[in-house]
């Protein structure tokens, strides 16, 4: 997903070198510490190849990390920038499911031991932002029953952990859901089908017969 639709990032582009960091200003690979960092300093990936992960609360920071890729060309901040937000949206659909999953076995109205197979999405088209997926009226099939049975989203604010637990969980549903919406936005009228068991989604235009 472009992070700027519209916008031509590769067209009569000039990059202005980025000057070679000198001997004294490169840092050893594997021994990279806030001592060894000079000014002007240029890590490269013979510099990090032994680093096995970044630290969020680090690198997350604007503050902190837009003043160490000021020498980069806009191209090289688009490119990075494409990079990461397509990443996010490739793990929206597999957090989806696991909250699914968490939501259907919380759920009173779905007693044991009955088996719950797929949850069913349908449209509403009343968002600000166009037709997203219903965050309401979600339907969860149960195996060996042939009418699938609502969501009852029933957790209420008694101030106890549990219903904390529970409000949670749901928004953090409508906020992935809404996120997936946005990525993938399904056309009015449209069903979406969620595999409890594999995690596949499934769109289509009509009920699902399972």
């Known amino acids: ?15 202005a070198p980025v000057p070679a960091a000198s001997p004294a200003s490169r840092i050893e690979a594997g021994a990279i510490s806030a001592s060894q960092l000079v000014p002007n300093s240029v890590l490269t990936y013979a510099d990090f190849k ?14 902190r990390v837009l003043p160490m890729v000021r020498h980069w060309t806009r191209d090289d901040l688009y490119t990075l920038g494409n990079a990461l937000m397509a990443e996010g949206d490739r793990r929206i659909p597999g957090e989806l499911v696991a909250v699914l999953r968490a939501l259907v076995a919380a759920d009173p109205d779905i007693p044991e031991p009955e088996t719950p197979t797929h949850v069913e999405f349908v449209t509403n088209p009343n968002y600000d ?7 309401e009226t979600v339907y969860v099939h149960i195996a060996g029953c042939d009418d699938p049975v609502l969501i009852g989203f029933t957790a209420e604010d008694d101030g106890s952990p549990e219903a904390a637990e529970g409000l949670a969980l749901e928004e953090r549903f409508r906020a992935l859901l ?3 919406s946005r990525t993938d936005p399904p056309a009015h009228g449209a069903h979406l089908v969620v595999d409890l068991s594999t995690g596949e989604f499934e769109h289509s235009g009509k009920w699902s017969l399972l």
């Not at 997903?1 to 990059?15: E, F, H, K, Q, W």
């Not at 032994?50 to 503050?63: G, K, L, N, Q, T």
């Open 1 to 15: 997903m472009n992070l700027y639709p519209g916008a031509s990032i590769d067209v009569g582009t000039t990059r």
């Open 178 to 180: 809404a996120d997936y």
């Open 50 to 63: 032994a680093v096995a992960s970044m630290d969020p609360e680090f690198f997350a920071a604007p503050e």
């Open 129 to 135: 932002d166009g037709v997203f997926w219903d965050d």
